[in-house]
């Protein structure tokens, strides 16, 4: 549903030719593709506040440097790759809240007619973060939370406090619910 969407919201011609194009040089099992990627992983950050032992950047061995990405090589990025992607998704090894830029980061990929998504675990969140998740041109929004007990859910988001989670998640429904908002999607 979701890539379906993207693909009808978010189309042009030349989105359209190289998605067909890829896809082709995948099913011939094409070596040497001439299509560009139509659905990017961007990570805004590969830092976390939690320790999964199932994620590189929880178990302390992501085998790169910890860092947030600056936001002109994001959009540098975003430039090159928008006029055959589809959608970009602000998350893989980090929590995207942790970085600053991450609003700026929706807003220039929604700009650029590409479908923002994001995944959060909704521990770390500054003051104003609801608000701007709420109001922002995010179209998706994955929560991880994986348990409906404490002691479950720390069993894997280590460190993480369900209860914060919960009511952040309530806070952005209600927020999302009063501005008459479908998006973010939840």
Same mark, same amino acid.
């Given at each position: 549903?979701?890539?379906?969407?993207?693909?009808?919201?978010?189309?042009?011609?030349?989105?359209?030719?190289?998605?067909?194009?890829?896809?082709?040089?995948?099913?011939?099992?094409?070596?040497?593709?001439?299509?560009?990627?139509?659905?990017?992983?961007i990570d805004p950050t590969n830092v976390c506040n939690?320790?999964?032992?199932?994620?590189?950047?929880?178990?302390? &061995?992501?085998?790169?440097?910890?860092?947030?990405?600056?936001?002109?090589?994001?959009?540098?990025?975003? &430039?090159?790759?928008?006029?055959?992607?589809?959608?970009?998704?602000?998350?893989?090894?980090?929590?995207?809240?942790?970085?600053?830029?991450?609003?700026?980061?929706?807003?220039?990929?929604?700009?650029?007619?590409?479908?923002?998504?994001?995944?959060?675990?909704?521990?770390?969140?500054?003051?104003? &973060?609801?608000?701007?998740?709420?109001?922002?041109?995010?179209?998706?929004?994955?929560?991880?939370? &994986?348990?409906?007990?404490?002691?479950?859910?720390?069993?894997?988001?280590?460190?993480?406090?369900?209860?914060?989670?919960?009511?952040?998640?309530?806070?952005?429904?209600?927020?999302?619910?009063?501005?008459?908002?479908?998006?973010?999607?939840?």
């Amino acid at each position: 549903m979701k890539h379906l969407k993207s693909l009808l919201v978010h189309s042009t011609s030349k989105k359209l030719w190289n998605l067909l194009l890829v896809e082709m040089e995948w099913l011939l099992r094409r070596q040497v593709v001439r299509g560009h990627p139509y659905i990017l992983f961007i990570d805004p950050t590969n830092v976390c506040n939690l320790r999964c032992p199932l994620c590189p950047t929880g178990t302390g &061995d992501p085998g790169r440097r910890a860092g947030m990405l600056k936001y002109e090589c994001f959009t540098q990025i975003i &430039d090159r790759f928008a006029p055959y992607a589809y959608e970009v998704n602000l998350y893989n090894w980090g929590e995207p809240l942790l970085n600053k830029d991450i609003f700026k980061m929706i807003e220039y990929t929604h700009d650029k007619n590409l479908m923002p998504g994001m995944s959060t675990n909704l521990n770390t969140v500054r003051e104003t &973060d609801i608000d701007n998740l709420a109001r922002s041109s995010l179209e998706y929004l994955t929560v991880s939370l &994986d348990g409906v007990t404490q002691e479950t859910y720390v069993h894997y988001r280590r460190q993480g406090d369900l209860q914060l989670v919960m009511d952040n998640l309530r806070k952005l429904l209600e927020l999302r619910r009063q501005l008459k908002r479908t998006t973010p999607f939840v």
